[in-house]
C-alpha cells in the first residue's frame, strides 16, 4: 500500500522535476542571451526545482528500503554487481541521481555566492545542463532493456 504510493508518487514526480529543470534553462538561457537581471521568477523557478529533486530524494531514500526489488538485492547470495537488474537498482539508480540531485542543490546555492546576474544566470544554466543530462540517462525509461518501466 505505502509501497505502491510512493512508488506512484516517485515516479510522477519525475515529470515535475523535469519540467521545472527545463524551464529553469530555458529562463537562464533567455537571462544570459539577453543580459537580463536575476529576476523572482528565475529565483522561484530554482527554487521548485530544488523542491521537486528533494522530494524525489526523499521518496528515492524510502523506497530503497521498502522495495521488494531492494531487499531481494540485499539478500542475495551471488553477487548482485555482475547483474544488470540489480546492479542498476542497488547502486546505479541512487549513485547516479544523488550526484545530479547535488548538482542542482548546488546550483541554487551558487547562485546566492554572487551579485552579479549573468554568473548567476551561468551556474544555474551549467549545473541544472549537467543534471539534466544524468536525469535522463538514469530514468528507467520504457525502452530501456532490463531495467525500463512504464512510462507513468
Ligand atoms: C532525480 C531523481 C530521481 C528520478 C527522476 C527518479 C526516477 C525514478 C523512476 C522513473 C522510477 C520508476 C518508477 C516506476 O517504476 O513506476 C524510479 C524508481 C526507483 N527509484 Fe528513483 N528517481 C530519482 C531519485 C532516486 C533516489 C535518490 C533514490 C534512492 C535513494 C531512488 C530510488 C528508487 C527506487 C528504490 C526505485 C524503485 C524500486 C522498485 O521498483 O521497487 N530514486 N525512480
Same mark, same amino acid.
Given at each position: 500500500?505505502? +509501497?505502491?504510493?510512493?512508488?506512484?508518487?516517485?515516479?510522477?514526480?519525475? +515529470?515535475?522535476?523535469?519540467?521545472? &529543470? =527545463?524551464? @529553469?534553462?530555458?529562463?537562464?538561457?533567455?537571462g %544570459?542571451?539577453?543580459? %537580463?537581471v $536575476?529576476?523572482? &521568477?528565475?529565483?522561484?523557478? /530554482?527554487?521548485?526545482? =530544488?523542491?521537486a529533486?528533494?522530494?524525489?530524494?526523499?521518496?528515492?531514500?524510502?523506497? +530503497?528500503?521498502?522495495?521488494?526489488? %531492494?531487499?531481494?538485492?540485499?539478500?542475495?547470495?551471488?553477487?548482485?554487481?555482475?547483474? @544488470?537488474?540489480l546492479?542498476?537498482?542497488?547502486?546505479?539508480?541512487?549513485?547516479?541521481?544523488?550526484?545530479?540531485? =547535488? $548538482? &542542482? @542543490?548546488?546550483?541554487?546555492? %551558487? @547562485? !546566492?555566492?554572487?551579485s552579479?546576474? =549573468?554568473? !548567476? +544566470?551561468?551556474?544555474?544554466?551549467?549545473?541544472?545542463?549537467?543534471?539534466? #543530462?544524468? &536525469?535522463?540517462?538514469?530514468?528507467?525509461?520504457?525502452?530501456?532493456?532490463? #531495467?525500463?518501466r /512504464?512510462?507513468?
Amino acid at each position: 500500500m505505502m +509501497y505502491t504510493l510512493l512508488l506512484q508518487s516517485h515516479s510522477l514526480l519525475r +515529470y515535475a522535476l523535469l519540467i521545472f &529543470i =527545463v524551464a @529553469t534553462l530555458i529562463k537562464a538561457f533567455w537571462g %544570459l542571451r539577453n543580459n %537580463l537581471v $536575476f529576476d523572482r &521568477i528565475a529565483d522561484k523557478l /530554482s527554487f521548485f526545482t =530544488v523542491l521537486a529533486a528533494h522530494l524525489q530524494f526523499l521518496t528515492g531514500i524510502i523506497l +530503497y528500503w521498502i522495495s521488494p526489488i %531492494l531487499k531481494w538485492g540485499r539478500s542475495y547470495s551471488g553477487s548482485w554487481m555482475s547483474d @544488470t537488474f540489480l546492479r542498476y537498482w542497488m547502486l546505479e539508480h541512487l549513485v547516479g541521481m544523488l550526484v545530479a540531485i =547535488v $548538482f &542542482i @542543490t548546488l546550483g541554487r546555492i %551558487l @547562485t !546566492k555566492k554572487t551579485s552579479i546576474d =549573468v554568473q !548567476k +544566470y551561468k551556474r544555474l544554466f551549467l549545473f541544472f545542463l549537467l543534471a539534466l #543530462i544524468l &536525469i535522463i540517462i538514469m530514468i528507467p525509461w520504457p525502452f530501456r532493456p532490463v #531495467i525500463g518501466r /512504464s512510462w507513468f
